[in-house]
């Protein structure tokens, strides 16, 4: 590809909502016509056909709209009925709603290093951190990369521990050709705008292959009930809007073009970059989806300034790792050198199906000459 030298000038942004969203425009007012004419705004048509298709798409008998990704992993632990208390097992760089969730249903999170090659939780820190007070494991697909779900499964199979997949970033993403969400007890999933698939607000789902597991989400996320003013839970209000559920019906036949597409733009980075740049690891046996393209480079603040000067935006995913937040200070006396190392020096590129490969070209051929 040719050097492109007529972007020296031009501003590369991150992301763009709006740019990333066009495409879909003239089908999104059509389908805000149709909502807003129906009449029904909560758990409608909409929301029941989102549910049947995304189920369908992974490969999983049921699946429940929720308010958020936070309230699908915190709704998925209240399903589970687990003793008070219990410890569940957590990557101790993943983004902080992950932990939240655990908090939130009343558990105590258990935090462990992740694996240094892929920033995913590592088998062998969950075998020697089960206790006769771990109850579950909850992995995190991060930046779109699936975890190594063979061990992970084993763990939980030997010491009777159930299992829950935060797929946040990592819609269509697959290990060895198994969809994640399909994994564990539970799967819960983001529709944040910037996801791969994204609505235009917030919103979420639960997956799961248990009946009893299912109804109980269905109750738990509207007031516990599942017969109107009939309450057999402690629920919540979280419920997928019918709106953003008509959103997600129409990209979601489009998620493996983009999913395809942001493949195509991590490629560049992964063939072009030099080695000066930690780049993701690249596995046979997982499909990455890449919601978020990572780097590292020890001197992440400078490149990321030096980027900026150079009119490429770039994020930090993320820039403090949970056990040194001011909300978990409860957490701060302990140390885990692995994740501070990534927090310190990850770097986020853009890569968004806003973007043309010329553009990712650019951004590579500035970062070379760092």
Known sequence: MKETIYLKNMKIEYENLF????????KYRQNFEEV??????????????FESEFSSYNNIKYCSGVASGLDALTISLLAL?????????VPSNTYI???????LAGHKP?????????????????????????????????????????????????????????????HGAEYKGKKVGSFGDMAGFSFYPTKNLGCLGDGGAILTNNENLHLKTEMLRNYGSRIKYQNEFIG???????????FLITKLAYLDKINKYKRE?????????????????????????????????????????????????TEIHYPVPPHKQKALSF??????????????????????TMHSKEEIMWVIETMNKF
């Open 19 to 26: 740019k990333v969203n066009r495409p879909y425009f003239d």
């Open 36 to 49: 807003l004419h129906s009449g029904w705004f909560i758990l409608g048509d909409n929301v029941k056909k």
């Open 81 to 89: 009925e687990l003793e008070k208390g219990s410890d569940i097992i």
């Open 97 to 103: 709603a992950t932990i939240l969730s655990i908090i």
């Open 110 to 170: 258990v935090l462990v290093e992740p694996d240094i090659r892929t920033y995913n939780i590592n088998p062998a820190m969950i075998e020697k951190s089960v206790t006769p007070r771990t109850r579950a494991v909850m992995v995190v697909h991060l930046y779109g990369k699936p975890c190594n779900m063979d061990p992970i499964m084993e763990i939980c199979k030997e010491h009777n521990l159930f299992l829950v997949e935060d797929c946040a970033q990592a």
């Open 236 to 246: 919540l209000n979280s419920r997928l809007d019918e709106i953003q559920a008509a």
């Open 265 to 313: 733009l991590a490629l560049l980075y992964i063939s072009h970059l030099k080695e000066d740049f930690i780049k993701p690891s690249v596995d046979e046996s997982s499909y990455d989806v890449y919601h978020i393209f990572n780097i590292r480079h020890k001197k992440r603040d400078a490149l990321k300034d030096y980027l900026l000067k150079n009119n490429i935006q």
């Open 331 to 352: 957490l701060s006396h302990l140390k885990f050198p692995i994740s501070e190392e990534i927090h310190s020096t990850t770097l986020s590129l853009p890569i968004s």
